[in-house]
């Protein structure tokens, strides 16, 4: 064979002229004649086998020149032509290369046939994978989700192929082919032919796909036979870094592929060469858009996930993008150091190096939790979570990475919120301190240890022995070294010398100082020789007699020698036995006494340890309580994944008994009525792991296990926590869980009392047995008389509490039969449960137990429920109460005992209340009250319902009656008039409630009613506070006439103004909150009675009293966003609270508004009217709370319109403003408004409004900040603009200030003097002028005056002139301010829906 075959860089290049002895194509086959040349080619595989490529290699190349148009038959059958070669040739060569003598024609005919081969395999392979993807691109699925039927077959007939071809060219590459070569020097084309096929394969968009793991894997482990054997690791490490930075996609593949290159072909260099790659990529390059810099993250996390003990070397390279701007590139280099913490640098075998790394790695973690980019904050919370969960984080960092990851609670992002309480999840679920964690019970136990320490130190420094080694005998062991120093200082030497000594010797540099004591001089000599510093002994020896020169025992040193200085050392060291025994004390214990002090000292290391193990503890303990505050105020926060992390942090904290833990699970237990199903189902499961799911050995066990649980989250509950807890015990017993007829059995023996327990587990148990009544009605009904004998029986007065807790549980079963639509279930009079009742209410009446009324309040609402004519047993039980009460003051003694009837002993009573128990006679008040209200509402509910039903079944027994053809006709008749009458079957449900209100407003209090006996004492107690002084009867008397005031109208009326001055001068917090309640109440059912009184309810937000603050804008809240109330101006009240000083009662405020916000321009409206009432010059309220106020308020104004509106109404306000304060106040509102083009515009125009007062800085720096806002990305003449307005506010400004005159503010001013003659006045809003309220012309402009900054009041005796306002068009009406003698009047009548219905409702 005379010629060679050179791989062309250019595939056309062979049909060219080659050089000498070069192969060249001679015949291009044609597409027609392709099928034949390729049967001949088959046909010579088969005889002649691999070598016959060296023949028809141009019918191959012909195929790749022909490529787009010869079919894909004829591709596929030479790509399977060309496999067969390629195995043939790996499966023949190994004879020939491991022969030991071989022909040059033979050597080169093998080379020609594999570099040919591998060539054609390699083009086509490109060629068909281009193809691949561009088929697949075109098939792709559309909407439908279907794919072409060709293409989808094609393309998994490809992968099928493309497998095959990489395994034939491993096969072939993995023999030591280099021997081919003259001295083994592969040719660069060749392998870049091979690596350009691989890298061409990989750029495909699935290759990371699952399916596409064979060929990933064939590639990856041909590409590291090419870099272990073919010296491609150069090409290599270029080429991965050009590849990520054009496809994101290969992060994950190449992360894969140069892990097993470094670990199965041991080239670990390449690690080393490709992160240099990336670490040399400069901070400006990765900035860019297309920079891969993602890919690049990508790769270096997942590398370091699979060696990362080979990133090590290298980590210096990759440290410096720390400081870089890429936050993605920090992200990744933080993850590249967790991989290395947590599966390398870790464990107690590290050495100094690796400690020395670690702790490197870990301050440079802890420097980058305070990122300036929340991602890589949150990344590294995520990393740290990894550490901690692995166990590699070292004890003594524990603390201070606890204290960063509660700090990152309060981070902006939420990522970095949620990865914190992770973090702290994962500290407490891995803490190696304690399985319960309680700084509480950490206390005592470190205070005692800590005492044992003492102990044993000051114990083990009493028992120091002394030294029986003579000073004289130290004295001769160290003569010799200390006459040498003697004489080195007595040399004379310059002063460097002596510095030069002194360094090398290592002495100490400290001072030697003389004391006043010559004694105390000679003291510390000694103690500088016991401790061989002995040029520091000479220097104060010598110093020593300059001070002391009439001292005996530094007199020898009047001659300065050695032999003499020598001396005076030694008296002083040994001195007399007396001396010699007080300075030999600190000596070094005597060996005999060595091994009992070794024993001590472990005692006291251990000791000490104990005590640092329990300081640390603690302080892990706090820190862990400090989290669970601030998490638990996250449970209601709007983001819902940070929400679900509180709830997991919460059962983390709860199971392992931290301290406070149960105040975070009660808190999330209201979270079971969210609106979101995620938390919900996150809350219900949290509740479910740590009460639900108990353990124990048997069924009875868990049973015990989930009452105690149960039971300890019932205790001290509040009424809301019991009811969210329904939910969940509801959900329990109505899984059908196997447990649920045991934990009924032992919540039974537990009440009953057959198992000894406290009176709280007894009550924790019947109110779990009245959750359980909700899901099973049968567990109450069935064992009503069990309940009765042991709460309500004999010893129902020793424990109300319990018998409270009964009545609640037996209120159960009245859920299904109100929800029911068939008869109501009622229980006869005599029923043992009814006696009971009223046995223990009317012997309570008479006794002072605090618990009482809480019974009363719910035996009074079960009798209604339950009972057959509850109005009747009620009516006994009040006159039996009453009766009582008249006995008890007849035994007293002190009353006349003539009483006869009840209506005459409560008169009687009321005019001698001074002389009666004043908490009986406020039970009594209180049970009258409480039966008022619940008879009001049986009537509106019970018995109303009850008529409903009767006339349905009577309309539906005569519709059965009545004939078919009948029935159609009268049907049609009584649609028909119906329809015309606009009733539609209205008519009955109308006569219904009007026979209810006829019943409430004329019989209920009728003179011959029993409850009206007692009106006239209530309004008597209430209306002489000073007579009825007592706090409990006060409180119960006005909560009781409330309560009788919702009874008619006319009794509303005629004690308005009593509750409303009870409300306002009650020196009793309690008595004006419940006053408020009642009134709320009141508003809702006597709207229009109510309504002039509206200003009164307002003041409570006033109150001085925090509980009466919070409870009035709570009622008003409801009011308002139920649409009972009007929102006016007085809501200015409420947005003072957002600045009070009770946070619970801020955030109520901040809620209404939040609410509020969501009615169509309701907080729009009101805004002109809250500023004129809070800059209000009265009011007093200083500059800083106006600003708070405001900014929450216009972060409510998100349309460019009201925008554009509000700063034409707060520009017109400038006109009416009298004070600097109040200008100020205006500036201020318009500078926190988000300021657009047309507000913008809107500004300029009122011009005149405010130019005068410009010279105030008040004024005139919001109204600067408002151009500087708006030049922010502005277009450039929008920005002319604005700079012009600036120009012209600091030329008025500076006119006023320095008084400067110029020709352009001349033409200003005469211009400005121009326009102030001819407009006189702010110019009215055309916008609504000419609407008008119920009738009530607007006034006009000329009728405005510039009074009052404030909104107007509007006065009886006659009307001031205001500036109207689209926003006031909704306050014309009257204000409610009262005079002292007169009783506000109804001015607009407000309609509401019928009482039945909105009862019903």
């Known amino acids: 064979m005379s010629w060679d075959f050179f791989v062309p860089v250019c595939t056309g290049d062979l049909v060219n002229t080659g050089g000498i002895n070069q192969y060249v194509v001679q015949d291009v086959v044609s597409p027609k004649q392709l099928p034949a040349s390729l049967s001949r080619f088959k046909a010579a595989l088969r005889s002649q086998g691999p070598l016959c490529i060296l023949e028809h290699f141009d019918t191959c190349y012909s195929v790749l020149q022909h490529c787009n148009s010869v079919e894909l038959g004829v591709k596929e059958d030479t790509l399977e032509l060309l496999v067969q070669v390629v195995s043939g040739l790996a499966a023949t060569l190994p004879a020939l290369l491991m022969a030991t003598s071989v022909s040059a024609a033979e050597r080169k005919e093998k080379l020609n046939a594999v570099k040919m081969s591998v060539f054609l395999l390699c083009k086509l ?53 280099r021997s081919l070569w003259n001295l083994s020097l592969v040719e660069e084309e060749f392998i870049s032919c091979v690596t350009c096929c691989c890298y061409k394969v990989l750029e495909n968009s699935t290759i990371s796909h699952v399916k596409s793991k064979p060929t990933r894997d064939c590639v990856i482990h041909l590409l590291g036979v090419l870099i272990k054997k073919y010296n491609h690791l150069l090409g290599a490490s270029v080429k991965v870094i050009q590849l990520l930075q054009h496809f994101e996609q290969l992060s994950s593949v190449f992360a894969q592929a140069v892990s097993v290159w470094s670990t199965e072909y041991g080239v670990r260099a390449i690690i080393g060469e490709v992160i240099r790659e990336i670490g040399q990529k400069s901070s400006e390059e990765l900035a860019r858009e297309g920079s891969g810099v993602k890919a690049f993250s990508s ?100 603390s201070d990475v606890m ?60 028992k120091a022995p002394v030294a029986v080694i003579k000073a004289s005998e130290l004295w001769a062991a160290m003569e010799p070294e200390l006459h040498i120093t003697v004489g080195t200082e007595l040399e004379p030497s310059s002063e460097t010398e002596k510095d030069q000594q002194e360094d090398e010797d290592g002495l100490d540099v400290e001072e030697e100082k003389v004391t006043e004591d010559e004694r105390a001089t000679a003291v510390m000599i000694a103690q500088y020789l016991r401790v061989n510093k002995y040029r520091n002994a000479v220097r104060l020896c ?119 833990s149960v105040i975070g699970v009660r808190k999330m237990l209201p979270l079971v009525w969210s609106t979101d199903t995620a938390i919900k189902d996150a809350v219900v499961q949290a509740y479910r792991r740590l009460y639900l799911n108990p353990q124990g050995d048997n069924i009875r066990m868990k049973a015990h296990t989930l009452v105690d649980s149960l039971s300890e989250l019932m205790v001290d ?16 017993f109505g899984s059908g869980s196997n447990l649920q007829s045991t934990v009924v059995q032992v919540l039974w023996e537990r009440f009953t009392g057959k198992r000894e327990t406290s009176g709280l587990n007894r009550r924790a148990a019947v109110l779990l047995l009245g959750m359980a009544t909700r899901a ?105 109460s009453a009766r009582l009460l008249l006995d008890q003051i007849a035994e007293g003694g002190e009353v006349n005992k003539d009483s006869g009837q009840t209506r005459d002993g409560s008169q009687e009573s009321s005019e001698q209340g001074e002389q009666v128990n004043c908490v009986c006679l406020a039970q009594l008040l209180a049970l009258c009250g409480c039966v008022a209200f619940w008879q009001v509402s049986h009537l509106e509910r019970s018995v109303s319902a009850e008529l409903r039903r009767r006339r349905r079944e009577t309309e539906e027994r005569e519709e059965k009656e009545k004939g078919p053809s009948s029935k159609a006709k009268q049907s049609a008749n009584e649609s028909a008039m119906e329809e015309e009458l606009g009733l539609m079957g209205a008519s009955a449900e109308d006569t219904e409630a009007e026979l209810i209100r006829k019943i409430c407003e004329t019989e209920l209090l009728a003179e011959e009613n029993l409850l009206c006996a007692f009106l006239p004492l209530l309004v008597k107690v209430c209306s002489s506070p000073g007579r009825y002084s ?151 309220m200083s500059s800083e709370d106006f600003n708070t106020i405001m900014k929450q308020l216009f972060s409510y104004i998100t349309k460019e319109r009201q925008t554009e509106s509000l700063v034409e109404k707060l520009c017109q306000r400038f006109r009416t403003a009298k004070t600097e304060r109040q200008w100020c106040d205006l500036a201020t509102s318009l500078s926190l408004l988000s300021m657009c083009e047309r507000g913008f515009k809107r500004l300029q125009e009122c011009w005149e409004c405010y130019s005068d007062k410009l010279t105030e800085p008040g004024v005139y720096q919001p109204l600067l900040s408002i151009t ?33 005159e110029s020709p352009e503010m001349d033409e200003e001013n005469q211009r400005e003097g121009s326009s102030e003659k001819t407009v006189m006045r702010t110019p009215l809003p055309t916008r609504g002028r000419t609407r008008t309220k119920r009738g009530q012309a607007k006034p006009s402009s000329s009728s405005h005056s510039d009074d009052s900054f404030v909104t107007p009041q509007k006065s009886r005796k006659s009307k001031k002139p205001v500036i109207t306002f689209s926003s006031d068009e909704e306050e014309d009406e009257e204000d409610a301010v009262m005079a002292e003698s007169e009783t506000p009047k109804v001015t607009t009548p407000i309609s509401r829906a019928s009482r039945r219905a909105r009862l019903r409702n």
């Not at 193809?131 to 998994?156: D, I, W, Y």
């Not at 493309?162 to 491993?170: G, M, N, P, S």
């Not at 997942?302 to 980590?315: D, F, Q, Y």
């Open 125 to 177: 392979t490109e060629t068909l994978e281009v193809f691949s993807c561009r088929q697949s691109f075109v098939t792709a699925p559309g909407k439908g989700g279907k794919k072409g039927k060709a293409g989808g077959e094609g393309l998994m007939q490809w992968d099928t192929e493309r497998e095959k071809v990489l395994q034939a060219l491993v096969q072939l590459l993995q023999l030591d082919i």
């Open 403 to 462: 204290e960063l990851a509660v700090g990152r609670l309060m981070d902006k992002s939420i990522n970095a919120v949620k990865s914190a309480i992770q973090l702290l999840a994962a500290f407490i679920a891995h803490n190696p301190y304690s399985c319960k964690l309680s700084s509480a019970d950490l206390k005592k136990p470190l205070e005692k240890e800590t005492v044992k320490l003492r102990e044993m130190t000051e114990k083990l420094e009493g």
């Open 299 to 398: 790769f270096l996390s997942e590398l370091s996930g699979l060696v990362p003990e080979l990133m090590i070397p290298n980590i210096s390279v990759l440290i410096t993008h720390l400081e870089g701007e890429s936050h993605t590139m920090r992200v990744a280099v933080c993850e590249v150091l967790g991989d290395i913490l947590v599966r390398v640098l870790c464990g107690d075998g590290l050495d100094e190096s690796g400690k020395a790394d670690r702790d490197r790695f870990f301050d440079t973690l802890q420097e980058h939790l305070h990122d300036t980019h929340s991602h890589v904050r949150a990344r590294v919370l995520q990393v740290y979570t990894r550490i901690v969960n692995s166990k590699a984080l070292p004890l003594c960092r524990y």
């Open 717 to 732: 509950a509040s009424l809301g926590t019991i009811q969210c807890l329904e939910e969940i015990v509801q959900e329990f």
């Open 1030 to 1180: 007592h706090p409990q009867l006060t409180t119960a008397a006005c909560l009781a006439l409330s309560q009788y005031m919702m009874i008619s109208p006319t009794v509303c009326e005629e004690n308005i103004r009593l509750i409303f001055t009870v409300l306002e001068r009650s020196t009793l917090p309690v008595v004006r909150a419940n006053a408020i309640i009642a009134l709320g109440d009141l508003t809702v059912r006597f709207p229009n009675i109510l309504e002039p009184w509206t200003q009164n309810l307002y003041a409570r937000l006033s109150d001085e009293v925090p509980s009466v603050r919070q409870t009035a804008v709570t009622v008003l809240t409801q009011l308002v966003l139920k649409d009972v109330l009007k929102v006016k101006g007085q809501v200015s009240e409420v947005a003072v609270l957002l600045i009070d000083p009770e946070p619970h009662i801020t955030s109520l405020a901040l809620n209404f508004f939040n609410e509020l916000a969501t009615k169509d321009n309701a907080i729009y409206n009101l805004l002109p009217d809250i500023i004129s009432r809070l800059s209000d010059p009265e009011r007093g």
């Open 776 to 880: 099973e009605r049968e567990v109450v009904l069935s064992n009503l008389d069990t309940l009765c004998s042991v709460a309500l029986g004999e010893k129902v007065t020793e424990d109300f509490l319990l018998a409270r807790d009964t009545v609640i549980t037996i209120c159960g079963i009245t859920d299904h039969i109100r929800q029911s639509k068939g008869a109501p279930f009622r229980l006869p009079q005599d029923h043992q449960l009814f006696t009971c009742l009223t046995q223990a209410l009317a012997e309570g009446v008479v006794m002072e137990d605090p618990y009482w009324q809480g019974f009363m309040e719910q035996a009074v609402r079960l009798i209604y429920f339950l009972a057959e004519s509850p109005d009747q047993l009620c009516s006994r039980l009040v006159q039996r």
């Open 1268 to 1300: 500087a806002k708006l030049r922010r990305g502005a277009k450039a003449q929008f920005k002319a603009q604005v700079d012009e307005f600036e120009k012209r506010l600091t030329a008025v400004h500076t006119r006023g200030l320095e008084n400067v």
């Open 542 to 660: 010598i110093k020593a007699h300059s001070c002391f020169p009439e001292s005996e025992m530094f007199a020898a040193l009047s001659t300065l020698t050695p032999e003499t200085l020598m001396e005076t050392l030694a008296l002083i060291f040994k001195g007399s036995d007396e001396d010699a025994a007080e300075l030999s004390q600190n000596l070094p214990p005597t060996p005999q006494k060595e091994g009992e002090k070794e024993g001590e000292d472990g005692e006291l290391k251990k000791q000490e340890m104990l005590v640092q193990y329990l300081k640390d503890t603690e302080t892990f303990a706090l820190q862990v309580e400090r989290a669970i505050s601030v998490i638990n105020t996250m449970l209601y926060l709007k983001t819902t994944s940070v929400v679900h992390e509180a709830v997991q942090f919460c059962v983390t904290v709860c199971e392992f008994s931290v301290a406070n």
